[in-house]
């Protein structure tokens, strides 16, 4: 069974500019949630889609914003971007939203802002 | 709101060594606890998942424990290896989803 996959693996865009981030969860899994991981703040949660709908959401600006599509699969998208939201981004899915569920992440999409 | 720490930040061991990484959360109210590895430039790898109401679990050579009402969890990893050699992250679970994460451990297991 494939894992979860992110394309890109690694962008590279200038302050200002917009980005859209994809994300394919293990096939059959329903929930997508994205993290955002830098040295200062560590992993830190930006939300989570279930059944095409936003479950829940960190305490993120709204430039970032995501959607979760019929099979699953999941788009993030930063608007404007800074040089802060330089980052690795991961994404990770789970068969359903229960507490027993484990997380299977991807690699990962890291993203430099010039 | 949850905050997760995890200490020592760095740990450096020779091969064979038996370690204990610590991770400390502030709120209580948590649903489970999940300890992942992290290898460099990688994404996240489950290692264990203790749910609320277990106090600890094992896989192989490493066992993670839970204290909610300390507000602690620790990971045991036995006769320690080079390919141990990773940043060891601990998870809080809350409602839903919600994963609240430690700022890691990264070791490093000398041969």
């Known amino acids: 069974k494939a894992g979860v996959t992110q394309t890109p693996r690694y962008l590279i865009k200038t302050r200002g500019q917009q980005v859209t981030l994809s994300c394919s969860p293990i096939?059959?899994?329903?929930?997508v949630s994205w993290y955002q991981q830098t040295p200062g703040q560590g992993l830190q949660f930006l939300f989570e889609y279930f059944s095409e709908t936003q479950r829940n959401k960190g305490n993120f600006p709204g430039r970032f914003s995501g959607r979760q599509f019929s099979n699953s699969r999941s788009e993030m998208n930063v608007s404007t971007l800074e040089l802060g939201d330089s980052a690795l981004y991961l994404c990770a899915s789970s068969l359903d939203r229960g507490p027993r569920e484990t997380q299977y992440f991807g690699p990962g999409t890291r993203l430099l802002v010039l | 709101k949850q905050e997760v720490t995890q200490i020592p930040a760095a740990l450096s061991v020779p091969e064979g060594e038996n370690l204990v990484l610590n991770c400390s959360f502030t709120d209580s109210a948590i649903y489970n606890l999940q300890w992942f590895r992290q290898d460099p430039g990688k994404g996240l790898t489950s290692l264990l998942l203790i749910q609320s109401s277990q106090r600890e679990q094992t896989s192989g050579r490493l066992n993670a424990s839970l204290d909610k009402s300390s507000g602690r969890s620790t990971l045991y990893i036995a006769a320690s290896q080079p390919g141990d050699s990773a940043t060891y992250l601990c998870a809080v679970i809350r409602t839903g989803n919600q994963f609240y994460f430690g700022t890691g451990t990264s070791l490093t297991v000398i041969p």
């Open positions: 096939s059959g899994h329903r929930s």
